[in-house]
């Protein structure tokens, strides 16, 4: 096992390619301790190089909608009424941290992505 620092893309496109040799590896074997090290060095390059900001707020609970097929009057209950699900998704109305963490805990959307880049309504 030689394993180097992932300094550059070509490194990268080599360790992803050594990956995919190991993929199948037997667990508790030299070859798997290689595939969880070079795994570990490739997530680090990715979240130096290839960082995915968080989906602003509208969008984050948009797709929710979408991936679990609701409505907005599903929302009402964490959001209040229909009404204020509305205008929180047209942008007319801010979410407040009561409704982030009702969002969180009855939807599963990321507290990251439900808090996005704008300022929360108190």
Request: hydrophobic share 40%; glycine share 4%.
């Amino acid at each position: 096992m030689q394993i180097k620092p992932i300094k550059t893309e070509q490194d990268y496109e080599s360790t992803l390619q050594r990956v995919d040799v190991l993929m199948d590896a037997v667990p508790n074997s030299e070859e798997f301790d290689e595939l969880e090290v070079l795994t570990t060095l490739i997530e680090a390059y990715e979240a130096k190089h290839y960082k995915i900001d968080a989906p602003d707020p509208i969008s984050a609970i948009k797709f929710r909608m979408e991936q679990e097929n609701l409505k907005q009057k599903d929302l009402a209950a964490a959001l209040g009424d229909e009404t204020r699900v509305s205008k929180i998704l047209s942008g007319q109305r801010e979410l407040t941290v009561t409704m982030i963490r009702n969002l969180h805990e009855q939807f599963k959307i990321p507290f990251e992505s439900l808090f996005g880049k704008g300022q929360l309504a108190h």
